[in-house]
Structures are given as C-alpha cells and as structure tokens.
C-alpha cells in the first residue's frame, strides 16, 4: 500500500461519505495503511498508573480494529472539528488528542479534510514507543503543518499552556463499564481546560444499571482479528433498566468529577428476577451530536456483568460503587 496523505484521505473520504455496511472493510484498510509504519521494538507493555492501565503500543495500535468505534469517531470529530470552525470563525482551532497511541487513529485521517492554518493538533501519550510510532507517521506523511506539539504525558496530570485555548479535546482511554483504563481521571483533568464554549469527545459517556440474563446479552464479540456481534438473536432480550448512574460530560459530573468514587444509592433486591437474573452496567457513549455508540457496538460499550441475583439471595438490598483509585473497577456491597 502507498504511504501517502492521498491514500489516508481517499479511505476516510469513504469512510465519511458511504454507509455503515462499508465501515469494516474501510477500517481494515486503514489499519493496514497504519500497520505499515509499525516499527518492531515495544519495550514497554500495559503501563500501570494511579487511576488505571495505559495500553501497550501494540494493544493500543488494535484499537482501531474495533470498527464501528473507530467509524463513530472519525464521523463525529469530523463534525466537531466542522462546527468549531464555524462557531469559531477565523481562529486557529487548538485540538489536545490525549492518548493518541501510535496511530492517532481518532484525528490523522481527519487533519487533510481541514485547512492546517485553521487546524493545530497537540497528541500526548504516557507511552513513549507510541509516540515514537506517531512522531514518524507525522513526519513521513508530512502532517507536521498541522501539529503543535507531540509529547509523552501523563493526560491524568497535564497542563495546557494557558495561553493556548483548547478548542476540542479528544480521549478514548476506555474500556467498558468505564473499567481498567483511566477515561475518568483523564477527564476530571482536562475537561476543566477547555474554553468555553469548547468539545469535550466524547461528548458524554453514560452509564446505566440493569437486571438482564447476561449469558443471552447481545456482545460485539473480537475472535481470530474478526469482530462480530455475538447473540444477535437475542437483541430483543429482556433487560430491566433501573437507572442512570452517571454521565461523564465536559461539566456535568457532578456525581463524581471531584471524587475518585461513585456510590449508589441502596436497592432492594427484586423478588422475581428468573429471566433477569445479572446486575449489569450498560454503558452509552454520544461522540458527538447524532454519532452515537449502543451497547453491542464496541467493546467499550459492551455490557458487563457485576453479578448474579442468585449470589444475593439471602439479602435484602445491594449498592455498587465504582472507584478509579489503581484499576477502575466496581464493587458491590449487601445488607
Ligand atoms: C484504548 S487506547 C486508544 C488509542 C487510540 N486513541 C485509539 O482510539 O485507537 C488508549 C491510549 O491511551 C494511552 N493512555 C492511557 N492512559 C494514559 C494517560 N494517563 N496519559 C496519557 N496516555 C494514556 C495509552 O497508552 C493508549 O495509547
């Protein structure tokens, strides 16, 4: 394949433009497009921090592979980046992609649809063999226009040079339930440094508690590099939603931005709950505007299972509480 802007902005041209039912096939083509700058030494794996795990080079290069994530992304930042441009007219719009990987995969594709004296893009990562990765990427394909700074940070700390507004700040630290990697911490830290008025992407991650039969949950299901929604069958399955928990939105977190925890309230365990017998936490994520992510989309928005009303048996009542204090992870408590 052609290392070449050219080629990267014919498949995203598509990617934008054709519908959905293409979206696997493009999105293979930009992973082998990507895959060809990889270079062989990884000297680090999984890196572990305060509030959760950063991917290793080579789990974080996979990501894009989750296609409809990957798809979702790019279509929605390319509206975001559209409709700052216009909210924001003849300005230098200032994009912080923190926890690029070493692709970049959520903005690179998008940077030749834009003019780059309007478009200045910062890329962090904790992962020094991504940014390598990135930094050659940039410089082969002759991105550099576009780029203010390439650096190793820890997005969970950052600081923005305040001279510099923050028009759009994009972080896909995840993985379902909000668990294991640090999306909470890093949008505690960087949300507050955008401008007013600015893009938080995702535009808002929302978690939900459920009773469902989980072994019958529909699941975007990855085997042998091939991703399929597994029980697809059972799409219409039953699922008794209890209620939202939380949303992590640029200033909407009020249940747990300046906390390192969130605590439920107490619920009565359910007395008939044979065809839904799973605590299950559903998570829903809007990138931007109508580009949204459902439940069996991407394996960050997979259900996940907390536990079964049959472990609960003798009790009463439960409450869950989810911390990102060393791995993001939920807890329940009965009485
Ligand atoms: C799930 S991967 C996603 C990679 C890419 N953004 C994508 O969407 O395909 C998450 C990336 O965030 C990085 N990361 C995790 N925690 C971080 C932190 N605290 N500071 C900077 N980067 C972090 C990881 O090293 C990894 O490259």
Redesign the pocket.
């Known amino acids: 394949m052609i290392k070449s802007i050219k080629k990267i902005h014919d498949i995203t041209q598509w990617l934008l433009h054709s519908s959905k039912e293409n979206d696997a096939g493009l999105i293979l083509d930009l992973y082998n497009f990507y895959a060809q700058f990889q270079t062989e030494e990884d000297n680090e794996g999984d890196i572990t921090?305060k509030n959760?795990i950063?991917?290793s080079k080579k789990h974080?290069s996979d990501?894009?592979k989750d296609y409809k994530r990957t798809a979702c992304f790019l279509r929605g930042i390319y509206k975001a980046i559209s409709t700052c441009l216009q909210k924001f007219p003849n300005t230098e719009i200032n994009i912080l992609y923190?926890?690029?990987?070493p692709?970049a995969?959520?903005l690179l594709p998008l940077l030749s649809f834009f003019e780059s004296k309007y478009i200045k893009a910062t890329l962090?990562?904790?992962?020094q063999s991504?940014i390598v990765v990135v930094k050659k990427i940039i410089s082969e394909l002759g991105y550099k226009t576009y780029i203010s700074d390439i650096t190793i940070?820890?997005?969970?700390q950052y600081k923005h040079n305040k001279n510099i507004p923050l028009h759009i700040i994009i972080a896909?630290?995840m993985f379902h339930a909000l668990t294991k990697?640090?999306q909470v911490a890093?949008t505690q830290n960087l949300a507050p440094q955008l401008i007013e008025g600015g893009i938080l992407i995702p535009e808002e991650i929302s978690i939900t508690l459920g009773y469902s039969f989980f072994s019958k949950e529909p699941f975007l299901n990855q085997y042998n590099n091939t991703y399929h929604v597994a029980n697809l069958i059972n799409q219409n399955t039953k699922r008794k939603f209890v209620e939202t928990l939380f949303s992590l939105t640029k200033s909407e977190n009020k249940d747990i931005v300046d906390s390192s925890y969130f605590e439920s309230k107490w619920y009565p365990i359910p007395k008939n709950y044979e065809e839904t017998p799973d605590v299950c936490i559903y998570t829903y994520i809007k990138v931007f505007d109508t580009f949204q992510l459902q439940y069996e989309d991407s394996l960050i928005t997979n259900p996940y299972c907390l536990t079964s009303l049959y472990n609960l048996q003798k009790q009463s009542k439960f409450k869950i509480k989810y911390s990102i204090e060393n791995i993001p992870n939920w807890e329940i408590t009965v009485s």
């Open positions: 921090l959760g950063a991917l974080a990501c894009i923190a926890g690029c990987g692709y995969p959520l962090i990562d904790i992962n991504s940070a820890d997005a969970t896909e630290t990697e640090p890093i």
